[in-house]
């Protein structure tokens, strides 16, 4: 079994996705998945399961010629757990370091399998990764990648599960140019990530919570989202390290950013409106800019006039009264 260096990873991963700075001008396009054929759900465990049976339609895994796994519908209504104490997924990936793509495939309705309730995507110690012009919707998690590296998710529609993406102990993730929406909880849920890249996507609409959840992240890169309607939270971020937050577009939350015990984190140039609280929190030895508000500007103009009344009013010197007509 051929084993790809993980420097290599690293190293492309830097190429596919350059540390830029992306502007409000960047578009989002979303490809929406072609025409599909019907599938049984897929298990990989170990490269050497990358075969045509489990969904394989070219590619011999190395970084010029991935695996492509491509074109296929997975129903996982009524499906059963498979045998040998597999998790029940649409797409089941685990322990590989094949370089690998998914795209035009279509994973729903995981909620409805008979056992319990299955998520669409599953990435668990993987290296090399993509994932892409996909859609996924009615499962419990979306995608969920757990003790990976170098996993790319790419202009997929990711909406109606239990949760949108999750992550967690995991490096290089990137997440670009999605619909991440109209998921019951989180849209996308991270912890314990080092390097990644959140760009360009629509993180709208959760169902009862948070929009994004980043915890103990560090050096994340989120610029370029729009981040809208959310109940509580459209961005939380806790404990999180180094990581840059510009160029968003905030808008019709309560709170737009929470943040708490975070440090060195850089929030700046994001457009905030509608929400009942721009930002809440603060980080140690951050940078953080949030622009006032109409109201506010106006309200501090007001106490500024009161303050400016009263200092006049206690420095005017009382005149010297004059004494009536006829008095000795």
Known sequence: MRRIPLALCIASFLIVMPLVRVTSDTPLTVQYAAATVLH???????????TAENGVVGGDGTYEDPFIIEGWEIDLANEQPPE????????NIQNTNAWFVIRNVYVHSGNEALASPAP?????GVYCAELRDSRISGNEN?????????VEIENCTITEN????????????????????NNERLNVDMSRIITSRIIGNNLSYSGDWTSVGLYMCEECTMNNNTISHNPALGL?????????????????????????????MVVEENSFSGNEDNMDGQG??????????????VAAAMVSLVIAYVIAVRNKKPEKPVPPQGSV
């Open 162 to 181: 239990t949760l949108g993406i999750t992550a967690d102990g995991c490096s290089g993730i990137a997440i670009v140019n999605n619909t991440v929406s």
């Open 142 to 150: 979306g995608v969920h990648i757990v003790y990976s590296s170098i």
């Open 284 to 297: 140690d030895e951050s940078s953080i800019s949030v622009p006032l508000t109409v109201a506010v500007v």
């Open 40 to 50: 049984d759900p897929i298990v990989i465990f170990g490269n050497d399961e990358f």
């Open 236 to 264: 939380n971020l806790g404990y999180c390290k180094d990581c840059e937050v510009t160029y968003n577009t905030i808008t019709d939350n309560r709170i737009g950013i929470n943040m708490y015990g975070s440090e060195n």
């Open 84 to 91: 040998g104490g597999m998790m029940l997924a649409g797409i």
């Open 120 to 124: 669409g995507v599953v990435f668990a």
